[in-house]
């Protein structure tokens, strides 16, 4: 039985490994097929460069960052070319929306009565792609909330005044730069977005119109009946199916090429590889 890991973060974005010590700790949980997909950048494949990977295949990958209805969504590439225009010209406009995004945050938890220190922020997220995690970090060291759960619940999570999602690219668009890069579009972990049934049955039709080929049918922690679930709305679409665990750091949610099991009844997003 291979292990498939799709979905995977670096402190080039929020997660807390550098991208070798995430390829190391992949090797070392049996990792076969590995996909690093930092939020809105392609950056942890420039630092590993030409990185022996003894046997474990490296699939390029990104997680891009949009709003579908006013729902924050996330769209992963997966195996896209990184030299192409079409993904480096999204990346560069992306990473544009996330510093304009940190401001308008910035601006907002001030305004709020918080005592932000903007450069200690800039800090924590190492002077570049700054996320609400690192926001939610500076909040819990500065002591204005006990944990990061807390931080998200009252000023950064959905619809609170630390949510801002107008400043990404449309998912048409996104779709289209993965696309570009020969890439494979896929729906990051669709119960996140709380929607209903047919809510979510729409997010995909869109999806689909727009080039989208795959949806996670694993992610992270999930049980059977949403793994069930999903993969009936998997095949009803028409989807390759993909897995991975989303993993951020060591001991938080889950971890790297650890989920639950691929339901066999899928097309896996990796067969035409
Ligand atoms: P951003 O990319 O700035 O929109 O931040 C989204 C990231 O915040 C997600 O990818 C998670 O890693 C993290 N996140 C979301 N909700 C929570 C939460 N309740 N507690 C801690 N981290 C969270
Ligand atoms: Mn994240
Ligand atoms: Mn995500
Ligand atoms: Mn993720």
Not at 27 to 44: F, G, K, P, Y
Not at 179 to 208: N, W
Not at 248 to 273: D, K, N, Y
Request: charged residues 20%; contains cysteine.
């Amino acid at each position: 039985m291979q292990k498939i890991d799709l979905h995977s973060h670096t402190l080039v974005s929020d997660g807390s490994l550098s991208p070798l010590q995430l390829l190391q700790r992949a090797q070392a949980n049996a990792v076969d097929i590995l996909a690093i997909t930092d939020h809105d950048s392609i950056e942890a494949y420039q630092q590993l460069g030409n990185q022996a990977l003894n046997g474990l295949r490296l699939i390029a990958g990104i997680e891009l960052s949009t709003q579908w209805r006013g729902v924050g969504v996330h769209i992963v590439g997966l195996n896209i070319d990184l030299t192409s225009t079409s993904i480096l010209s999204g990346v560069a406009q992306q990473e544009q929306a996330r510093s304009e995004r940190a401001q308008l945050i910035y601006q907002r938890l001030t305004k709020l009565g918080l005592a932000i220190d903007f450069e200690r922020v800039k800090e924590i997220a190492n002077q570049s792609n700054i996320g609400r995690p690192h926001f939610a970090q500076h909040l819990v060291e500065v002591g204005a909330v006990k944990n990061m759960a807390t931080a998200f619940k009252k000023y950064l999570g959905d619809g609170k005044p630390g949510d801002v999602k107008q400043c990404w690219a449309e998912l048409p668009q996104i779709v289209e730069w993965i696309v570009g890069a020969g890439g494979v579009a896929v729906l990051a972990h669709p119960l996140k977005y709380k929607l209903t049934r047919t809510k979510l049955s729409v997010l995909l039709d869109d999806f689909i119109a727009a080039g989208g080929s795959g949806m996670e049918v694993v992610s992270g922690q999930q049980n059977k009946d949403e793994t069930n679930k999903l993969a009936r709305l998997c095949n009803e679409k028409n989807l390759l199916a993909s897995c991975g665990s989303d993993f951020h750091q060591p001991s938080q949610w889950s971890e790297i090429g650890t989920m639950a099991a691929f339901p066999s009844e899928c097309e896996p997003v990796w067969a035409a590889w």
